[in-house]
């Protein structure tokens, strides 16, 4: 039997998204392991509070987004209203991810501008109507999305025959405002290193760099998959964007408190109660 050109590249891509779906649980299974010693001092030795309840979401959302995400790669061929449920799922516990995940970063740009209450509310302005965007325009495309399945034995899963053009906004507003975050933060660390920084400082401004970077580099990347790939590319990538950036934000939350456990020198307890970093490390 023949298939179309179409029909074998949607084959290979539902492939390729099965290879990966399966490395990147690999990947969050292998990383949880590592960390497993270092996870459990910190959730049995840390005070509880609200920042710790975003931790533990950030930290364990990724297991019920990896099981779903595997469920509907290897789903039977014919049954695509889970198909539909299952992407309309994966896609609200992706942006409540990505949301947990941001606001460890939002709230320590917060206190590295020494708790500026217009920075904040700038930022939380701006953050929230792009996620409101974001939202509307996901809405409007898992609607409007057909969805389909590979007639080639074999191949499972299904895959969106057709979607939004407007799908590649959401990127395009979040790689401008990371851009904007990795910007103010480099604001704040030219002027803050004339104070003789202390550790914990030093770990702040790094990790805030760092997160943004990869955050822009994720969204940039989608914003070009969405316009020029298959869904079922875009949709692992999207993914793979959300695991990633959850597993950094979880790594560098208990770095930081690792770090505000055991600060190094004099000074840094001194910096650390200016800057109020427990509100961040608690």
């Not at 509307?136 to 999305?145: K, M, R, T």
């Not at 959401?170 to 480099?186: A, D, K, Q, R, Y």
Request: hydrophobic share 50%.
């Amino acid at each position: 039997m023949e298939y179309s050109i179409d029909d074998v590249a949607a084959a290979r891509s539902l492939q390729l998204s099965t290879y990966i779906y399966t490395s990147m649980a690999a990947f969050w299974a292998y990383d949880y392991a590592c960390s497993l010693h270092e996870e459990w001092i910190f959730l049995l030795q840390s005070h509880w509070s609200k920042m710790k309840g975003v931790y533990i979401v950030t930290r364990y959302l990724p297991f019920i987004l990896l099981v779903i995400d595997l469920y509907m790669i290897f789903t039977p061929n014919e049954n695509l209203v889970t198909c539909r449920m299952l992407a309309n799922i994966s896609l609200g516990f992706g942006i409540l991810l990505s949301v947990c995940a941001e606001w460890f970063f939002i709230l320590r740009t917060y206190v590295l501008w020494d708790r500026n209450k217009i920075l904040l509310t700038a930022i939380l302005g701006t953050y929230l109507s792009f996620l409101a965007a974001t939202i509307v325009i996901a809405i409007d495309a898992n609607i409007s999305a057909a969805y389909a399945t590979s007639p080639i034995p074999g191949i499972t899963g299904c895959y969106q025959s057709s979607t939004s053009d407007r799908i590649f906004i959401p990127f395009v507003l979040f790689s401008v405002f990371e851009l904007g975050l990795i910007i103010i933060t480099l604001i704040r660390a030219m002027q803050g290193w004339r104070r003789t920084p202390c550790h914990l400082y030093v770990v702040l401004v790094n990790h805030n760099i760092f997160y943004y970077t990869s955050s822009f580099f994720f969204a940039t990347m989608n914003m070009f998959t969405s316009l020029f790939l298959q869904d079922s590319y875009r949709t692992v990538l999207n993914g793979f964007q959300f695991l990633t950036l959850a597993i950094f934000a979880a790594r560098m939350h208990i770095h930081l408190w690792q770090t505000n456990q055991h600060p190094r020198g004099p000074s840094s307890m001194i910096h650390l109660s200016d800057m109020s970093f427990v509100d961040i490390t608690a």
